[in-house]
Antibody, heavy 121, light 107 residues
Framework: QVQLQESGPGLVKTSQTLSLTCTVS??????????WSWIRQHPGKGLEWIGY???????YCNPSLKSLCTISVDTSKNQFSLRLSSLTAADTAVYYC?????????????WGRGTQVTVSS | DIQLTQSPSTLSASVGDRVTITCRTS??????LAWYQQRPGKAPKLLIY???SLESGVPSRFSGSGSGTEFTLTISSLQPDDFATYYC?????????FGPGTKVDIK
């Protein structure tokens, strides 16, 4: 079955750029109908959608992140990636990659296990 | 942006209880709402989509209802595995937002 796995540094310095990768296994990232997403959860808090990408390259990021968010896809490696720039301590969170499926609405039906990212000077 | 609120924020219940959680949205979203369960240290799990459709593999004790701006998640008979935090989520105009969560703990 399809599985998602996040990878990246657990510790990043303030003002630097975070780079995370999600590897999709057991299925093709190019299979139609899905978008591939990033979601984060601050310590002890709720869930925040960051953005998503289609294998064709169409991307959308949460407007609250403005230009700080970049999402890319590498279909040859079956991976998609997140870059988040100008980090502050407020970006400390568990970062999840997830598959976005559309029916009437859009829903995250498959999730990675999450990766803890700590931002510190 | 569409805002979601959930009530209650915490709910204490016993095994076998019927539990209902409410999610309200700041504007009408038809039936474009999902419910997730998150156990401590784990990723969220999709339970219900399109307000009332049960995701494959999810026990039938979970059900959802509602449309427009008010939605409910019901657990008909609470089981030990169900003590967790539940989130609602909507998708509209290329953006997704989650509710603040409802924690169901043991009475």
């Amino acid at each position: 079955q399809v599985q998602l796995q996040e990878s990246g540094p657990g510790l990043v310095k303030t003002s630097q750029t975070l780079s995370l990768t999600c590897t999709v296994s057991g299925g093709s990232i190019s299979s139609g109908g899905y978008y591939w997403s990033w979601i984060r959860q601050h310590p002890g808090k709720g869930l925040e959608w960051i953005g998503y990408i289609h294998y064709s390259g169409s991307t959308y990021c949460n407007p609250s992140l403005k230009s700080l968010c970049t999402i890319s896809v590498d279909t040859s490696k079956n991976q998609f990636s997140l870059r988040l720039s100008s980090l502050t301590a407020a970006d400390t969170a568990v970062y999840y990659c997830a598959r976005l499926r559309f029916s009437s609405g859009g829903y995250f039906d498959l999730w990675g296990r999450g990766t803890q990212v700590t931002v510190s000077s | 942006d569409i805002q979601l609120t959930q009530s209650p924020s915490t709910l204490s219940a016993s095994v076998g209880d019927r539990v209902t959680i409410t999610c309200r949205t700041s504007q009408s979203i038809s039936n474009w709402l999902a419910w997730y369960q998150q156990r401590p240290g784990k990723a969220p799990k999709l339970l219900i989509y399109d307000a009332s459709s049960l995701e494959s593999g999810v026990p039938s004790r979970f059900s959802g209802s509602g449309s427009g701006t008010e939605f409910t998640l019901t657990i008909s008979s609470l089981q030990p595995d169900d003590f967790a935090t539940y989130y609602c989520q909507q998708y509209n105009s290329y953006s997704a937002t989650f509710g603040p969560g409802t924690k169901v703990d043991i009475k």
